[in-house]
C-alpha cells in the first residue's frame, strides 16, 4: 500500500462550482500535513498547511480526520485560475520519511 | 527575499555523458531535498540532506546518482553515464527544518538523447 494515496482526476468543474479533494495516508504516527499547487510545467508552491482544528484561507479550506487517516482540501466557487494539480505532503515525525502524493488535477471551466 | 534556484534551467545530452545540477537553497534552511519529476507524473523523492547530518539516500535510483552538499548552503546532484530514462525535470526544495513546508526551486529540466 503507498503511503499516500490521492485520487489522480481530472475533476473538470464549471466556474462558481465547490470542489473537494482528499488524500489518504497509511501511517498513523504522521505528523506535519500540507497542500501543494503546481501548474503546468512549474514547480510545486505551497498551498496551505494543515492543521488538526481545521484552517481556512480564502476559498480555501483544510482539514485532518486522524481517526479515517485522510487530509481534504475543499475549493469554493472555484476560478479558472484555480486549474493546476494539487499534490498532499505527508510527514512522519522523528525519521526522514517526507511523502508527496502523485496529486490531484483540476480543471475549472468556463 | 531569494528564494530556491537551480541551474541550469535545461540540460541536453547526450546518453553516456555525466550531468551536473546545481540547487542554491533559501539561506538559513537547514533541510534540502531533491526530487525528480517524469512527465505527467508525481514527485519522486530522490535525497534529502539535513544539517550536518548523513543524507538519506533511500531515493537514488542507481549509483549512477550521488548528491553532495556542502554544510547547509549549495547541493549538487551528479548523475553517471546519464540513459534516456534519466530525463525529466529534477527539482529542488529546502525548508527551514523537517518538519516546515518546502520551497521549491524552478527545477532543471534534463533531456537525454
Known amino acids: 500500500r503507498k503511503e499516500v494515496e490521492q485520487d489522480p482526476g481530472p475533476f473538470n468543474v464549471p466556474e462558481g462550482a465547490t470542489v473537494a479533494f482528499n488524500c489518504t495516508y497509511s501511517?498513523?504516527?504522521?505528523?506535519?500535513f500540507f497542500w501543494y499547487r503546481q501548474d503546468c510545467r512549474k514547480e510545486p508552491k505551497l498551498l496551505m498547511s494543515?492543521?488538526?482544528s481545521g484552517n481556512e484561507d480564502g476559498r480555501f479550506t483544510a482539514q485532518l480526520n486522524r481517526a479515517s487517516q485522510y487530509i481534504s482540501l475543499l475549493i469554493r466557487d472555484s476560478k479558472l485560475s484555480d486549474s493546476a494539480t494539487y499534490l498532499c505532503?505527508?510527514?512522519?515525525?522523528?525519521?526522514?520519511?517526507?511523502?508527496f502524493g502523485t496529486g490531484t488535477r483540476l480543471t475549472v471551466i468556463p | 527575499g531569494a528564494g530556491v534556484s537551480q541551474s541550469p534551467s535545461n540540460k541536453v545530452t547526450e546518453k553516456g555523458k555525466d550531468v551536473e545540477l546545481r540547487c542554491d537553497p533559501i539561506?538559513?534552511?537547514?533541510?534540502l531535498y531533491w526530487y525528480r519529476q517524469r512527465l505527467g507524473q508525481g514527485l519522486e523523492f530522490l535525497i534529502y540532506?539535513?544539517?550536518?547530518?548523513?543524507?538519506?539516500k533511500s531515493g537514488l535510483p542507481s549509483d549512477r546518482f550521488s548528491a553532495e552538499r556542502t554544510g547547509e548552503s549549495v547541493s549538487t546532484l551528479t548523475i553517471q553515464r546519464t540513459q534516456q530514462e534519466d530525463s525529466a525535470v529534477y527539482l529542488c526544495?529546502?525548508?527551514?527544518?523537517?518538519?516546515?513546508?518546502?520551497?521549491f526551486g524552478p527545477g532543471t529540466r534534463l533531456t537525454v538523447l
Open positions: 526544495a529546502s525548508s527551514r527544518n523537517r518538519d516546515n513546508e518546502q520551497f
Open positions: 501511517n498513523s504516527a504522521s505528523q506535519s
Open positions: 505532503v505527508v510527514i512522519l515525525g522523528g525519521a526522514n520519511n517526507l511523502f
Open positions: 494543515v492543521y488538526s
Open positions: 539561506s538559513g534552511h537547514t533541510a
Open positions: 540532506f539535513q544539517g550536518n547530518s548523513a543524507p538519506d
